[in-house]
């Protein structure tokens, strides 16, 4: 009994570990625990690029062959912008930071499509979804970089979080700063050491707070739904 028990874990860790999100999920965590636990500037960032950067390129391979084509073309420009310098005018910078806003809302809503798709409610239906709520947040802080990078004064942030982060203006799309401030709004923490002024970050902040409320909403109301059509009538 006890091995037919460890086996049956064993096989189910194994169908986990070969989903079809489990690895974007744990790359997602690696780039943010990464951006959080090195203190020094230019290794979280170098550490923040490498690990998007191999999201990036999991991404493109995972999303299957159909949609595979439509990937790349996304990923090529994203890659670019984190890469290469090719100039330091602010409009090619600003296409750069959208190519890559573009290329994680169209990896988000793949995931949340594929999630919603599932008739039956898995391990991997509940690793999709949780990799879908990271990637709302982490493509929210994009749009948060692309907007501080065209309006600079578009957000408040406090003396002491500025100088604590090293602070002065996004250089990647994928900015450690742009990230924190994107994921306590999706919370709806509000800690308020960053608060937007600009009516577009307030827009953007409003729209993401109730996104993250609503996913949450809807994705509990699914997935009991999906488990209760598979109760047995009485």
Not at 64 to 93: F, I, Q
Not at 179 to 186: A, D, E, G, K, M
Not at 217 to 229: E, F, P, Q, S, Y
Request: glycine share 6%; net charge positive; proline share 3%.
């Amino acid at each position: 009994m006890l091995r037919h028990v460890e086996h049956r874990d064993r096989r189910w860790l194994e169908r986990l570990l070969r989903g079809r999100f489990t690895g974007l999920t744990i790359i997602l965590l690696a780039v943010f625990v990464s951006a959080s636990v090195f203190t020094e500037k230019d290794v979280r960032e170098l550490s923040a690029s490498i690990g998007f950067s191999v999201l990036v390129l999991f991404a493109v391979w995972s999303v299957g062959r159909r949609l595979r084509m439509v990937t790349l073309a996304l990923a090529v420009p994203t890659l670019l912008s984190h890469w290469l310098v090719l100039s330091e005018s602010l409009p090619l910078r600003a296409v750069g930071f959208a190519a890559t806003s573009a290329f994680l809302t169209f990896l988000t809503l793949v995931i949340l499509l594929a999630v919603f798709r599932d008739e039956t409610v898995t391990a991997d239906t509940i690793v999709g979804a949780v990799c879908a709520y990271f990637l709302l947040g982490t493509v929210w802080g994009t749009y948060y970089a692309l907007l501080v990078l065209l309006s600079p004064d578009a957000l408040s942030i406090s003396s002491a979080l500025a100088k604590a982060s090293a602070w002065n203006g996004p250089k990647q799309p994928f900015t450690p700063l742009m990230q924190y401030y994107s994921f306590t709004t999706l919370a709806t923490l509000g800690y308020g050491d960053v608060s937007p002024l600009s009516l577009g970050a307030r827009a953007l902040s409003i729209i993401e707070g109730v996104t993250g409320q609503l996913y949450l909403a809807i994705l509990i109301a699914r997935l009991v739904g999906m488990h209760t059509a598979r109760l047995p009538q009485r």
